[in-house]
């Protein structure tokens, strides 16, 4: 059947970005907290729900939202934009910055959609590629940035590799760019070190754009909060592009009352990263390749075919990520950090699928 109108010529080869969801007891494939928000702040939530006006239009502007998050990073509100996860901050400035005739550049492999969403916008991708222990390397940079794109992406922690990009790397590539480096810092929490320590009054840290999200270490998924730090004129350029009241008055509030929970979020983040400890010592004693992570998620290679121990990591009820059709990642699997008693049973499941066949 021939379609009702032609689709836009360019979106053809494109597909819908999507981690797929089978059922499963142990689910440890999309990065998810494995722990839920305080009861307390549910409480909190359910409170600010009787007090929302549903018959008017959200703050439109996030007000509430976006002084709390300075009051948080030590910046002031003009500094910060906050949208539907950090993947509509991404769109936005691929709406007020990208666009046909202009460039972006990735370094591959890293997160599928900051090339996805370039594509979406009519944005060019300038692709590079990193070394065999997934860094970046100089030349390889300076290739890249030689192409002068409108927008540098890095992903630190990178996913799917895991690892935070050093100080050195976002420095050099801030120094090379012509445009906005931006660092997708949707795991940052669970780092050493931030991008946003670079921010000071020079000219180049102007061009510097962090992005942060809700999802992981704030537990908040469901809720689709994400944010930018950035100079008040990039802010201004993604509040232009943005469509009116993106911002549910629901999510708005949640995202306030969250950040009242600061403690027990940073809680959350040590038991995660106690368990990536965990789970990186348990798969070093496999027959596995496994690469060090700075996130809440560990890559690795098996010994056998990736699609055949997935398959079988199912057959036990436990589903991670398949990236081994990934540009640059073949035969790879990607685990998210569960809970203990998950991670457990993913490492147990793990060895017999390793075992099947053998």
């Known amino acids: 059947m021939s379609p009702l109108v032609p689709l836009r010529p360019d979106l053809k080869a494109l597909t819908g970005y999507h981690s797929p969801q089978v059922a499963a007891e142990v689910r440890l494939n999309t990065n998810e907290s494995p722990f839920p928000p305080p009861e307390s702040w549910r409480d909190d939530l359910f409170g600010a729900i009787e007090r ?26 003009d500094e910060v934009f906050c949208a539907n996860g950090s993947n509509e901050v991404i769109q936005c400035l691929c709406l007020a910055y990208g666009g046909p005739g202009r460039a972006a550049s990735v370094f591959e492999p890293t997160y599928a959609l900051h090339g996805h969403i370039c594509a979406l916008t009519g944005t060019e991708v300038v692709v590079g590629s990193r070394a065999d222990d997934f860094t970046l390397v100089d030349a390889e940079i300076d290739r890249v940035l030689a192409a002068e794109p409108i927008i540098a992406f890095l992903c630190s922690p990178n996913n799917p590799t895991g690892r935070a990009e050093p ?20 795991y940052g929490q669970f780092a050493r070190w931030s991008a946003l320590e670079l921010r000071d009054a020079s000219e180049r840290s102007r061009r510097l754009v962090v992005l942060r999200t809700f999802s992981k270490t704030w537990s908040m998924a469901a809720s689709r909060l994400g944010y930018l730090i950035a100079d008040p004129e990039v802010v201004a350029a993604c509040e232009q592009v943005a469509l009116p009241y993106h911002l549910s008055a629901l999510t708005q509030a949640a995202g306030v009352l969250a950040l009242r929970y600061q403690a027990e979020m940073e809680a959350r983040v040590a038991v995660v990263a106690e368990e990536r400890g965990r789970l990186a010592a348990g798969l070093a004693g496999l027959d596995v390749e496994a690469w060090p992570s700075d996130a809440n998620f ?21 589903l991670v990520r398949d990236c081994s059709g990934w540009a640059g990642l073949p035969g790879c699997l990607r685990v998210t950090v569960g809970t203990p008693p998950e991670n457990d049973r993913f490492l147990v499941a793990l060895e017999k699928a390793l075992e099947v066949g053998t």
């Not at 929302?52 to 948080?72: K, Q, S, T, V, W």
Request: glycine residues 4%; positive net charge; without cysteine.
């Open 298 to 318: 560990i890559l690795f290679r098996p010994a056998r075919p990736a699609a055949e121990v997935w398959q079988a990591l199912l057959d036990q009820s436990v």
């Open 167 to 186: 100080p050195e790397v976002v420095r050099r590539v801030l120094d090379r760019a012509a445009g906005l480096v931006v660092v997708d810092e949707a």
């Open 52 to 77: 929302i006006d549903f018959n008017r239009y959200p703050d439109r502007g996030a007000h509430r939202l976006r002084r709390a998050l300075a009051e948080l990073h030590g910046v002031t509100p």
